[in-house]
């Protein structure tokens, strides 16, 4: 079974449809009410939903308590100065409300970190405790302090296919540590410069997983099988289960 730890269906059912088909568990962020509704109408038994005010709609949107209080994870909430306009002082206090609600609720978050990796690092050291999944770094920076960091996973994206720096990332986080993400269909977009239909989504998946395998010195398959334990390790130390 492929685990895809952060994903967005931007409003399309077939999208959750095809993970279900394919058998593959994951994590769907919403970043509104209303994402988080229909995510959570469509998603099935292998399927969380994840609620959190995004760095970019910090500006635009009020955090919703009542989501916080009832979504499996909180995410996918950060700083990001690299691909929004939005301030950072307009940033902090939304991300700040977010990463206090999941300590008091022991609650797993999704951290977006572009541009503010020292920031985020620095402000992580009050919450100890708190178990992060640090989705789609690509920083050549602080890679080795964020890896140290206790209760602390990490989600490689599609970009390992062609990024030397997520591909050095991918061989240096812990296997107890490391989970695979598509980020959505926009993100294999992205990626690979080229229209995505929704009927590649697994194979695309699977060669990320496959990319990352290679990195690692290892077999498809023992990455799935460590990927799956991780899974089950998350489910076990969060709220979640």
């Known amino acids: 079974m492929l685990i895809d730890m952060h994903s967005h269906s931007d409003g399309n059912a077939k999208f959750i449809g095809a993970q279900q088909a394919n058998h593959i568990a994951s ?8 994402e988080f509704q229909f995510n959570q109408q469509y998603a099935g038994m292998q399927q969380l939903v994840s609620y959190g005010v995004h760095p970019w709609e910090s500006e635009r949107q009020v955090v919703d308590q009542q989501l916080l209080a009832t979504a499996s994870i909180i995410g996918e909430i950060g700083l990001d100065t690299e691909w929004t306009d939005v301030p950072l002082t307009i940033q902090r206090p939304v991300f700040m409300q977010q990463l206090q609600a999941a300590q008091q609720q022991h609650k797993p978050v999704i951290l977006h970190t572009k541009g503010c ?10 919450y100890p405790q708190l178990t992060i999944l640090v989705h789609w770094y690509s920083s050549k920076l602080y890679q080795d302090e964020y890896v140290r960091r206790p209760n602390s996973y990490f989600s490689i994206g599609p970009d390992v296919l062609t ?10 986080v812990a296997p107890t540590q490391l989970f695979i ?16 239909d929704i009927s590649e989504y697994a194979i695309i998946l699977k060669s990320v997983y496959q990319k990352v395998a290679q990195l690692r010195s290892i077999t498809l398959e023992k990455l799935e099988e460590q990927i799956q334990m991780n899974w089950q390790q998350l489910l076990a130390t969060s709220i979640i289960n």
């Open 27 to 34: 994590i769907l962020n919403a970043t509104t009410t209303d």
């Open 163 to 172: 990024d030397p720096v997520v591909q050095k990332f991918a061989k240096k």
């Open 181 to 196: 993400e598509s980020d959505g269909l926009e993100s294999f977009t992205w990626v690979l410069n080229r229209t995505v």
């Open 117 to 126: 990796e020292a920031e985020i690092l620095a402000i992580l050291k009050a």
